[in-house]
Nanobody, 121 residues
Framework: VQLQASGGGLVQPGGSLRLSCAASETILRTDISLNAIGWFRQAPGKSRELVATLTSSGGTHYVDAVKGRFTISADLAKNTVYLQMSRLEPGDTGVYYC????????????WGQGTLVTVSS
């Protein structure tokens, strides 16, 4: 399954942005292998980190830095996962990627270009 992130851009501190992750095939079903999708970000000079996860059972998980500000969701009819980001801070700046969480845990993700989010006044 190919996953493509989009929707990044330049936003002022305190603003909002919604990222999209379009999948080439069916996702987030318990009977298939891709049953957990995560949004990752890589800030300048830092390593890539997992910031939000959505599972096929509807469970979500967020890193502490984004709790209460970011929301991960999916439109399964469109095979798309979203990351709604609110009250953005300069520290949220980075390249955002979406990926299969299980593949990430195995170290076997082939990272695409991601989408750049810049939070600056």
């Amino acid at each position: 399954v190919q996953l493509q992130a989009s929707g990044g851009g330049l936003v002022q501190p305190g603003g909002s942005l919604r990222l999209s992750c379009a999948a080439s095939e069916t996702i987030l079903r318990t009977d298939i292998s891709l049953n957990a999708i995560g949004w990752f970000r890589q800030a300048p000079g830092k390593s890539r980190e997992l910031v939000a996860t959505l599972t096929s059972s509807g469970g979500t998980h967020y890193v502490d830095a984004v709790k209460g500000r970011f929301t991960i969701s999916a439109d399964l009819a469109k095979n798309t996962v979203y990351l709604q980001m609110s009250r953005l801070e300069p520290g949220d700046t980075g390249v955002y990627y979406c990926a299969d969480v299980q593949k990430w845990r195995r170290g076997s993700v082939e990272w695409g270009q991601g989408t750049l989010v810049t939070v600056s006044s």
